[in-house]
């Protein structure tokens, strides 16, 4: 149950699922950062998690993630396919967000052992870092799209997601701008190291 749904909203999530970029630290204190779906049904905060990745062993340990509120499209792309540098990191009210965030949220969540749902995550405190006001535009919701095939590529090796990526490819070379543009590339230039 949502205690505060108005300052959820404000700090920019919403019913449905918000594409995130969670930020967590390891036992032994490393940053980490990799895409996220916070699932927001109702009055229900949940996220799933996929066993194998830092994100799932940092929040298993820790019992808590921030999520970073981004537009950006080299950040989705980067932080799915590989570690960023500790420089992207800042702390903030004593918790690791990303510097380049909008808004930046911490849950808490009760890890229930081996399953991989964590069904419920707490908010706890956030803050709105800079709002900017902007027309949709399908290249960097495609990135993000782009972004969620190369991580099934990378850990299924399937070429249908290949083609898919290709084919966003297309349609962000249209309607994409320049940082968009620059996304696809180095998401392409990426997953050809694990080809
Ligand atoms: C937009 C997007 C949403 C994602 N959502 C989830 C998710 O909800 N749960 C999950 O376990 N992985 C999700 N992933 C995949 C992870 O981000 C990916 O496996 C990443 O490499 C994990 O990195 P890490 O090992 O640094 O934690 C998502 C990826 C993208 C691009």
Redesign the pocket.
């Known amino acids: 149950m949502i205690r505060d749904l108005g300052r959820i909203e404000e700090l920019g999530i919403f019913e449905g699922i918000n594409?995130i970029i969670?930020t967590?630290v390891s036992e032994a204190g490393v940053p980490?950062?990799?895409?996220?779906?916070l699932i927001r049904r109702g009055e229900v905060l949940s996220?799933?998690?996929?066993v194998?990745?830092?994100?799932?062993e940092?929040i298993m340990s820790e019992k808590k993630f921030v999520a970073n509120v981004s537009h950006d499209p080299i950040l989705?792309v980067e932080?799915?396919?590989e570690?960023i540098s500790e420089e992207n990191f800042v702390e903030r009210d004593g918790e690791l967000t990303l510097k380049d965030a909008e808004a930046w949220a911490l849950f808490r969540c009760e890890p229930n052992g081996l399953d991989i749902a964590l069904p419920e995550v707490e908010f706890v405190k956030g803050e709105v870092l800079w709002r900017e006001f902007r027309a949709v535009n399908r290249g960097i919701n495609l990135v993000?799209e782009a972004?969620?095939a190369?991580?099934r590529y990378?850990?299924l090796k399937s070429d249908l997601y290949l083609e898919e990526i290709f084919k966003i490819r297309r349609i962000v070379n249209r309607c994409g701008g320049p940082q968009e543009i620059e996304a696809m590339n180095r998401l392409e230039e990426l997953i050809e190291g694990f080809g």
Not at 52 to 56: A, K, Q, S, V
């Open positions: 594409e969670a967590t980490n950062a990799a895409p996220l779906g996220v799933r998690l996929f194998g990745t830092h994100t799932y940092n989705f932080t799915a396919l570690d993000v972004a969620v190369a991580t990378v850990a």
